[in-house]
């Protein structure tokens, strides 16, 4: 069954009730969006919404998510747009294991067989089993082609490649393995610290609190915070292009704006703005 229609997991989440109806609607989440470069070696090649990043090294590629099902067709596709070769993809990264972040990983996985996936335990174990064990999301239209993980990541876990070295950061909350990247990159001729934000958002349905969704999920929300707040952000990027205005810094980069990714206020005010949402829906469960 198609996953595409369903738009829950952006900036622009749907209500409890249309999430529970599983209302169709069209999915603009998954719609294209020409691949274009951010900085040097670094890449967007995810769809309108669906977040995925391409970085090119001497030793070849690091794929950072899949996006939905349909979007890995187009990462597969965009990858060769932009020049390169899809089957040189040696390492596949993950922010979360939601289908509109991995259940493409499985298209960029066949055309990249040498691909090894590397992801965090908790999500890692829902990507190796296709969706099917989400605490939320239990539901055949969640479900994804599995891919199997080779590399599980812990807190602070470099992943090294080509001379790029990413840093994973397990941001729990979203998921209980959320995944935060943190890497150097050079944007506009200088060397910046680019942050891949996992997700921050409490979704409909989901009980935190004295009643959790599961356990020490409030928990690993609070860290989650604190580790976001403090890690290094100036090329703000994330696993929904809408967590960070991409499509009007892509529309500033043509206009001439060669840094225009290069963001940190913008990124504190993200994360003040979905804290806030955290806390407000903290004091809303918990009168
Ligand atoms: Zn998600």
């Not at 995944?179 to 934000?197: C, D, E, M, S």
């Amino acid at each position: 069954m198609s996953l595409t229609h369903f738009r829950i997991f952006g900036a622009v989440a749907l209500s409890a009730a249309v999430f529970a109806s599983g209302a169709l609607a069209a999915d603009p989440g998954d719609a294209p969006y020409p691949p274009f470069k951010i900085g040097e070696g670094l890449y967007y090649v995810g769809s309108a919404d669906y977040a995925a990043y391409l970085i090119v090294t001497k030793a070849g590629l690091i794929q950072l998510d899949g996006g939905d099902a349909e979007t890995g067709k187009q990462i597969v596709a965009n990858i060769r747009t932009l020049g390169f070769d899809p089957s040189q993809v040696k390492i596949l990264l993950n922010t979360h294991q939601h289908f509109d972040h991995a259940a493409g990983l499985a298209a960029i996985a066949k055309a990249a067989p040498g691909a090894k996936l590397y992801a965090s335990a908790a999500d890692g174990a829902v990507i190796a089993a296709g969706g099917r064990g989400d605490p939320l999301l239990k539901a055949e239209r969640f479900y994804y082609e599995p891919v199997p993980v080779a590399v599980t990541l812990k807190d602070g876990q470099q992943v090294k490649l080509g001379g790029w070295t990413l840093t994973a950061h397990i941001t729990g909350g979203h998921t209980a393995g959320c995944t935060t990247w943190t890497f150097p990159v050079t944007v506009a001729g200088k060397t910046r610290q680019a942050l891949v934000h996992c997700s921050s958002t409490v979704l409909p349905g989901y009980r935190i609190g004295k009643v959790e969704t599961w356990p020490g999920q409030t928990a690993q929300f609070e860290k989650s915070f604190a580790t976001w707040k403090a890690l290094p952000c100036e090329v703000f990027l994330g696993s929904h292009a809408s967590f960070y205005g991409m499509q009007a810094k892509k529309k500033a980069l043509d206009a001439g704006k060669a840094d225009a990714f290069v963001d940190p206020q913008g990124c504190k005010a993200f994360y003040a703005k979905t804290e806030a949402a955290f806390r407000t829906e903290l004091k809303k469960q918990n009168p």
